[in-house]
């Protein structure tokens, strides 16, 4: 599994996440729409006029093949997220009405990032590798919780981060003596 240690998502980037079966089948979704459309639905004595069907096909065959790609996508970033791919990909699929989709979305893990000293796949709030031990994030060293850079207390427990303090500004009565 290929870990990228990035901040910035671009949409290039999450659409050559989409295997190419989900393009495929993508493909056919929306082919098949037109010709089920066109060809057995012209047939019929009640049919729609030709505009209408071809209207149709077009927003029948976008919705499904939308529908394949996401499935495509959740089941490669769940692999790329550490959980499990067969599990999301079969909500995904058997939650009815894009439920799923909408399911995974909400319940997905962060992406993982790289250690920069050994390599190792970690979760982004860790503080330490647990490969190496190297420090990820600043943290207050009473409560561990994790703390900006800037900090000069912890937000959490109060404790001073041990930070050099700025020197006050000069008071306007020791500026004049």
Request: one cysteine or more; hydrophobic letters at 40%.
């Given at each position: 599994?290929?870990?990228?240690?990035?901040?910035?998502?671009?949409?290039?980037?999450?659409?050559?996440?989409?295997?190419?079966?989900?393009?495929?089948?993508?493909?056919?979704?929306f082919?098949?729409?037109?010709?089920?459309?066109?060809?057995?639905?012209?047939?019929?004595?009640?049919?729609?006029?030709?505009?209408?069907?071809?209207?149709?096909?077009?927003?029948?065959?976008?919705?499904?093949?939308?529908?394949?790609?996401?499935?495509?996508?959740?089941?490669?970033?769940?692999?790329?997220?550490?959980?499990?791919?067969?599990?999301?990909?079969?909500?995904?699929?058997?939650?009815?009405?894009?439920?799923?989709?909408?399911?995974?979305?909400?319940?997905?893990?962060?992406?993982?990032?790289?250690?920069?000293?050994?390599?190792?796949?970690?979760?982004?709030?860790?503080?330490?590798?647990?490969?190496?031990?190297?420090?990820?994030?600043?943290?207050c060293?009473?409560?561990?919780?994790?703390?900006?850079?800037?900090?000069?207390?912890?937000?959490?427990?109060?404790?001073?981060?041990?930070?050099?303090?700025?020197?006050?500004?000069?008071?306007?009565?020791?500026m004049?003596?």
């Amino acid at each position: 599994m290929q870990v990228r240690s990035e901040k910035n998502i671009r949409l290039s980037d999450e659409l050559s996440l989409i295997p190419a079966w989900a393009w495929s089948l993508a493909a056919l979704a929306f082919g098949g729409m037109q010709y089920l459309l066109d060809v057995f639905v012209a047939h019929q004595p009640d049919a729609p006029p030709w505009w209408a069907r071809v209207l149709l096909g077009l927003v029948a065959g976008t919705l499904l093949g939308c529908y394949f790609l996401l499935i495509g996508y959740v089941n490669r970033d769940a692999g790329r997220r550490g959980m499990s791919r067969l599990l999301w990909t079969l909500v995904a699929i058997l939650i009815p009405n894009g439920l799923g989709i909408i399911l995974y979305f909400v319940l997905r893990q962060p992406r993982l990032s790289l250690c920069p000293q050994c390599g190792n796949a970690v979760q982004s709030g860790f503080n330490f590798c647990p490969q190496c031990n190297r420090k990820l994030h600043s943290s207050c060293p009473q409560c561990q919780h994790a703390v900006g850079d800037n900090d000069t207390y912890c937000p959490y427990c109060g404790v001073a981060l041990g930070k050099p303090d700025v020197p006050a500004p000069r008071q306007q009565s020791e500026m004049r003596g």
